[in-house]
């Protein structure tokens, strides 16, 4: 027996629940985690007493990347970048702190705090960008960041401007989940909802879709920024390909 449209709609919606709930309950656990505490499957960014596991970076295209000038933003990482106990610290100068390894579909957490004025982002497969910036700060209201904090700036569809503003005041750690699955990118910020499973465009070419996998950056802008508990975790394919299913599903348009 064929089965009607009405038992597909409610398989579809167990299947979207399944998800969400597995999902509330991983950034419950996370959201109210410690600094220093690790949720299952996840795996730290941040090192030791050093940079190991880092490149330089910038915003640029990754396929016109030479070997010299990488190799001139490695160089420069040492200036401007250091650990500093369980933190990364940059000075708001030269090049981006960029992970050595790429990622496809993954998880990420991280803890941020800006300085007054403070302006950062974090790159996704290489590009802009979860945009992190002080909402206070009356010059960039221009630019939207009296709206708030983990928007994808670089957007110029959906997903631009954050659903609403959660950020701590500047000077406190903010908590951040990230959740990247094909092109659809979902953003937490302090246990709030900012971006809802949202197409990262592609900054450098805005006909084609964004890299099917890249680097992330932590990306700053002028003044000195902090990040802590870095938590990644790749989303196997079997995995990922569930999650794609149930976000395209339940964006398509009812048939009744």
Not at 156 to 184: C, F, H, Q, S
Request: proline letters at 7%; charged letters at 25%; glycine letters at 8%.
């Amino acid at each position: 027996m064929m089965p009607t449209v009405s038992s597909v709609k409610e398989q579809m919606a167990r299947l979207v629940f399944a998800c969400c709930a597995a999902a509330a309950l991983s950034t419950a656990f996370a959201f109210g985690g410690e600094p220093d505490d690790v949720p299952p499957g996840f795996q730290s960014l941040v090192p030791g007493s050093d940079l190991a596991g880092w490149a330089g970076g910038s915003t640029a295209d990754p396929r016109t990347i030479k070997p010299e000038r990488q190799a001139a933003w490695d160089s420069q990482i040492a200036q401007h970048w250091w650990v500093d106990g369980e933190e990364l610290v940059s000075d708001g100068h030269g090049p981006h702190l960029v992970t050595n390894k790429k990622y496809r579909d993954f998880e990420l957490w991280v803890d941020w705090k800006l300085s007054p004025t403070g302006d950062s982002g974090v790159y996704l497969r290489d590009t802009p960008q979860v945009q992190l910036w002080d909402p206070t700060n009356e010059a960039a209201h221009k630019h939207g960041a009296d709206r708030g904090s983990c928007g994808l700036w670089n957007n110029r569809g959906p997903g631009k401007w954050p659903l609403v503003l959660a950020d701590k005041p500047t000077g406190e750690w903010n908590r951040t989940y990230i959740r990247m699955v094909g092109p659809y990118v979902r953003v937490v910020l302090n246990e709030q909802p900012v971006v809802e499973d949202a197409v990262l465009e592609n900054y450098f070419d805005r006909n084609s879709p964004v890299f099917d996998e890249g680097r992330i950056h932590l990306q700053t802008h002028g003044s000195e920024t902090r990040f802590r508990r870095l938590l990644v975790r790749g989303i196997p394919q079997a995995e990922a390909a569930s999650l794609r299913q149930a976000i395209e599903d339940a964006a398509k348009p009812s048939a009744e």
